[in-house]
């Protein structure tokens, strides 16, 4: 675009210059001007994005070399503007000013050399002709302001939008960690609980297969249940990964689920108590979840790690406070002597569960022997307290 005006403005305005300043009384250094300005000045406006000082520089002097040298004013100097124009859109602050500031000085050398010979009239025309060549220059440089000012509005604008677009990719790449994460910690207990129940129900019907055959048809009995629950949940846990949602969606388990959860790890060797205190609550489906999940690891922790089915005591209490949900779940077995089975995502996954809605979980040995896990949800305050309250 810039070569097409420079081609343009030679056309245009070059050769008129050519044609206009091309006289019988012009002196040879006249007309080498002339020649020079009308062919360097539309060059140098070709350049005026990539190097807008330089141009800037070229016009202005080859503007006044042509003027010192005789020729007068040109068309080819309507230029000027054009530079005056560029250099505040394309240059520093510096070079805006100091491109007005030659422009109007220009026009105050032509009005004063244009009327020096006029006499009394002199001052007014220098006037008029300073008025005329100055405010087109003025125009050029608020037109220039004007683009300049657009052009950074524009660039803000699309810098904001890449950011915006960033941010959107990385929370996008963060709710997917998120929900990888979720599903890890979903599968994990489901499917490590219920492979311990399996491991422990066939060690023991793999004993009483050989003196009690009922007991192990029993066993087997509790290993299918087991591994057809594990399945339905591995089923729906997946299903969410699912487009169509095509796998139907049980409800979430939670604390009501408890004494099942008891009973099948009853059944599994261990002696396992339940016991409430306090008034239940009901509870967002999420805590709920998750005070179920931490009850199910610590149970399947028991399995694991407390020792042999038939020694095992275990304990968990539910404590329902007027501000919070605590859970404990104690057993009698080897507690930290048990040796790790190297996954080390149990603690870890209730830890995360605890700390998601503002609790808190502690593990480890306790006094007297075996292992404990205590967990605490805070609780919004109960009705009948805020009504007390009041």
């Known amino acids: 675009m810039d070569g097409v005006l420079a081609a343009a403005a030679f056309l245009l305005l070059g050769s008129l210059s050519i044609l206009t300043g091309t006289g019988s009384t012009a002196s040879p250094v006249a007309v080498l001007t002339m020649w020079t300005a009308s062919i360097g000045m539309p060059v140098a406006i070709a350049c005026r994005r990539r190097w807008p000082i330089g141009s800037a520089v070229a016009v202005n002097a080859l503007a006044l070399g042509h003027f010192l040298a005789g020729t007068g004013l040109l068309p080819i100097d309507l230029l000027i503007y054009v530079s005056v124009y560029s250099t ?19 026009s105050a050398l032509i009005a004063v050399s244009m009327s020096l010979d006029m006499g009394r009239d002199g001052l007014l025309t220098a006037t008029f002709l300073f008025v005329a060549a100055a405010v087109p220059a003025l125009l050029a440089w608020v037109a220039g302001l004007l683009r300049r000012s657009s052009s950074q509005r524009w660039e803000s604008l699309r810098e904001r939008a890449a950011r915006l677009e960033y941010e959107r990719d990385q929370q996008a790449r963060l709710a997917v960690a998120a929900e990888r994460t979720r599903i890890a910690r979903e599968m994990h207990d489901v499917v490590a609980h219920s492979l311990a129940v399996v491991v422990a129900q066939a060690d023991g019907g793999r004993y009483a297969a050989r003196t009690d055959p009922a007991l192990a048809a029993q066993a087997l009995d509790t290993i299918a249940t087991t591994a057809r629950a594990a399945l339905a949940d591995t089923r729906r846990i997946l299903g969410v990964l699912r487009e169509d949602g095509s796998v139907p969606h049980r409800p979430q388990e939670g604390l009501a689920d408890l004494p099942d959860l008891v009973a099948r790890v009853r059944a599994s060797g261990p002696a396992v108590e339940l016991v409430t205190w306090g008034e239940p609550r009901d509870l967002p489906a ?3 979840l998750a005070a179920f999940r931490i009850c199910q690891e610590a149970l399947t922790n028991v399995l694991k790690h407390a020792g042999e089915p038939g020694t095992v005591h275990a304990r968990v209490d539910v404590a329902w406070h007027p501000t919070a949900l605590v859970l404990q779940v104690d057993d009698d077995g080897r507690g930290a002597a048990a040796a790790p089975d190297g996954a080390g995502n149990g603690l870890t996954g209730m830890r995360e569960r605890a700390a998601l809605f503002g609790g808190a979980l502690h593990a480890g040995p306790r006094p007297g022997g075996g292992f404990r896990v205590h967990a605490t949800f805070p609780l919004p305050p109960s009705p009948i307290l805020q009504e007390s309250a009041r």
């Open 88 to 106: 505040t859109v394309h240059a520093p602050i510096w070079a805006r000013r100091v491109s007005l500031g030659s422009a109007v000085l220009g």
């Open 286 to 288: 999420a805590t709920d």
